[in-house]
């Protein structure tokens, strides 16, 4: 037929991909969390499989199905994601840290529902950092894994975009960051994205535009070809 095959160039190769947004407990019944569908790293997870790698998907709060046929770890906090980001790296060739990560967690968690005051209007929660997975894993031991990051970022014009983008990969130390727009009705949620990718010197690599799977599928074959021209 006039169908291309799917390329495989990820045959024999792991790749470890995080998706969804953590969420951090206040008490029994809420949380902080944001508004990740999970659908770009879920799509990422997908395509890797398509072209032959190993899969394991680390998934947050995600709100679509998840892929069948790779292995798949559930997590709900920061804490969770960085244990078992950490503990699988090791095993995988290529991280994509597609998750959205809280920045902060509740200082304190509940044991109980916290109750609404009587008196006063306002309530101060206290929020402390959580670690940074990606900066962590870029330092960490490599032999010559490829660690991948996101940035999604509210600035509107391209220029900006790629500013943060610039500034974001120096600070974190991975190999490539891959940089989309979101704001209230583009990004999350969404089924098309378009994104920039950067090297670790901050130059432009690729551009994608299109549906979350077919720029899954294009930002793959950049990091196969990588893959393939560092052996
Ligand atoms: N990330 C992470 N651990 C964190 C925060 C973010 O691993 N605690 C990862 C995300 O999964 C993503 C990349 O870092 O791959 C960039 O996330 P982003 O939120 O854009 O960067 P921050 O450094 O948190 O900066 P800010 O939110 O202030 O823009
Ligand atoms: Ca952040």
């Known amino acids: 037929s006039g169908v291309p095959s799917p390329a495989r160039d990820l045959e024999g190769r792991s790749v470890l991909v995080t998706a969804g947004g953590t969420r951090e ?3 029994p019944v809420r949380y902080i969390g944001n508004r990740s569908s999970g659908r770009q790293g879920i799509a990422i997870a997908r395509a890797a499989r398509a072209r032959g790698a ?3 998907l680390i998934a947050a709060h995600v709100e679509v199905d ?10 709900e906090t920061t804490a969770e994601l960085l244990e078992a980001a950490t503990t699988a790296a090791p095993s995988h060739d290529l991280v994509i ?7 902060y967690r509740p200082v304190t968690v509940s044991d109980d529902k916290i109750k609404k005051a009587s008196t006063g209007e306002h309530l101060t929660l206290e929020l402390v950092q959580n670690p940074d997975i990606l900066a962590t894993l870029s330092h960490a031991e490599r032999n010559g894994r490829l ?3 996101f940035a999604a970022e509210t600035a509107t014009d391209r220029d900006d975009l790629i500013r943060l983008g610039r500034e974001k990969i120096a600070r ?3 190999d490539f960051l891959v940089v989309n727009g979101v704001g209230w009705t583009t990004g999350f949620a969404q089924d098309d994205n378009t994104v ?6 901050g130059a432009i690599v690729f551009e994608a535009s299109g549906s979350k799977t077919s720029v899954a599928d294009d930002i793959l074959g950049v990091f196969a070809t990588v893959l393939t021209g560092a052996e």
Do not use: H
């Open 25 to 27: 407990p206040l008490d």
């Open 54 to 56: 190993r899969v394991t």
């Open 66 to 75: 998840l892929p069948t046929g790779i292995d798949v770890v559930r997590v």
């Open 97 to 103: 840290m597609a998750a959205a990560v809280a920045d």
């Open 147 to 149: 660690i991948v990051g």
């Open 172 to 174: 974190k130390g991975c």
């Open 196 to 201: 920039t990718v950067l090297d670790a010197s």
